[in-house]
């Protein structure tokens, strides 16, 4: 039994250039409960199909014009949702399979059989409504998901807050290190026109580049004097460290390889891999820059911050060796702007 409240106020679009079989598709549709709207080609039931998509279209498959086999197709490439019936002459059986494998669902031949037509018609409209169901329970799933995978983002993102905050406090010489090399960077992502995904790939990397620290004693992350070979060679795991650390709750690839990469050199010389040139991941270079300045500008247990004039200076002699040098001549540009 057919659930009448369910359907569209318009069900059926019948394509038939025959007015006597147009007709009695028409009347019998509307006899079972499927409003009609007609056309007599297939260049016109395109046109109203733009003005009123129906659900179903019954469409003849020898007409003037392009021809029920096109219809079916753009039909089939246009509105791929819409449940459509071939009705052809009993000699053609190759062309109804033809219509069949250009994407129509159903068939029956000429002449007319009333119980034939109702049967295809209403098996159409439950696979229409069975289709319509599914789409809607995965738009539901989908919006279900996209709340969920906020929530998730929002509670990864706290977490991380609070393990940034916990490694910097150990050190009041770095305190909101991670949230400066995160800003330097983006406004240097502004200036080279970063898309939005890296920016955002760029951003996080940038809060969480230092975050190895965590696994590092004390007596070495804070030594005022010169570090031993054995203690540089521990500071020098850190980002090997964060790599590892992440891996589990990370998943953008981007990220964790400017995380592992932050200390590359643009000649080779840097750590853990001893990647040069632009084998360095992008947001690696990008990161390196304004982490080495806020380092340089900012006071440490070991030194006295530098002035920004002599930091700018060891950036520009550092480019095309520490530093990429088309990425350090936009961030000279930019860090020229900001204050003291």
Known sequence: MLVQEQRPPIAVTVVEDEPAAQDVLVRAARLWDYPCQTASTAEQAVQLLERNLTPIVVTDLRMPGRGGLWLVKEIRRRWPR??????????????????????????????????????????????????????????????????QTRRVRRTFLSGITSLVRTVEQRDPYTAGHARRVRNYALQLADALGLE?????????????????????????????????????????????????????????????????????????????????????????????????????????????????????????????????????RAFLELAAQLPE
């Open 196 to 328: 939005r995904k890296q920016r955002g790939q760029l951003g996080l990397a940038a809060v969480l580049h230092d975050i190895g620290k965590v696994g590092i004693p004390d007596r070495i992350l804070y030594k005022p004097d010169r570090l031993t070979a054995e203690e540089d060679r521990v500071i020098r795991a850190h980002p090997e460290m964060g790599e590892r650390i992440l891996t589990p709750i990370v998943r953008s690839r981007a990220v964790l390889a400017a995380i592992r990469g932050h200390h590359e050199r643009f000649d080779g010389g840097g750590y853990p891999d001893g990647l040069s040139g632009e084998g360095i991941p992008l947001l690696a270079r990008l990161i390196a820059l304004p982490d080495c300045y806020d380092a340089l500008t900012t006071s440490r247990a070991y030194r006295p911050a530098l002035p920004k004039c002599e930091a700018l200076a060891i950036l520009e002699a550092g480019a095309g060796s520490h530093f990429d040098p088309a990425l350090a």
């Open 82 to 147: 819409v449940g459509i019936i071939v009705l052809t002459a009993g000699h053609e059986p190759e062309a109804a399979q033809e219509c069949l494998r250009a994407g129509a669902q159903h068939h029956f031949f000429k002449p007319i059989k009333l119980d034939e037509f109702r049967h295809v018609l209403e098996k159409t409209w439950r696979e229409y409504q069975r289709q319509r169901e599914q789409d809607d329970l995965h738009d539901t799933l989908r919006r279900a998901v996209r709340r």
